[in-house]
């Protein structure tokens, strides 16, 4: 049985960071994709970071780019997003996610399997 398990995400002051993490079981991560995505209130699910196998290429939406880092650690089965300088706009919840391909994709539905999601809130 395939989970993924989020964790790190709570409130925070702009400007603040956190650090999430996405515990995999059931899946040896080394051959996914792993990507977080992200959903707010009232909005569809938007794609924030993605990582391929070995971690030598990542694809991040413009709005994080440079703020939030997404990592993997193949040996702790566990994929990490490093947030930084957080904005009340990142509020939401933050969702892990994978894929048994070499191609990172951005959208939602290229993603078999998802965490239940943790919420991450930025007040300003």
């Known amino acids: 049985q395939v989970q993924l398990v989020e964790s790190g995400g709570g409130l925070v002051q702009a400007g603040g960071s956190l650090r999430l993490s996405c515990a995999a079981s059931?899946?040896?991560?080394?051959?996914?994709?792993m990507a977080w995505f992200r959903q707010a209130p009232g909005k569809e699910r938007e794609f924030v970071a993605a990582?391929?196998?070995?971690?030598?290429?990542?694809l991040y939406a413009d709005s994080v780019k440079g703020r939030l880092t997404i990592s993997r650690s193949n040996a702790k089965n566990t994929v990490y997003l490093q947030m930084n300088n957080l904005k009340p706009e990142d509020t939401a919840v933050y969702y892990c996610?994978?894929?048994?391909?070499?191609?990172?994709?951005?959208?939602?539905?290229?993603?078999?399997?998802w965490g239940q999601g943790t919420q991450v809130t930025v007040s300003s």
């Open positions: 059931g899946l040896p991560i080394s051959t996914y994709v």
């Open positions: 990582i391929s196998w070995t971690g030598g290429n990542t």
């Open positions: 996610a994978s894929r048994r391909d070499t191609i990172v994709a951005v959208t939602a539905r290229g993603y078999a399997y």
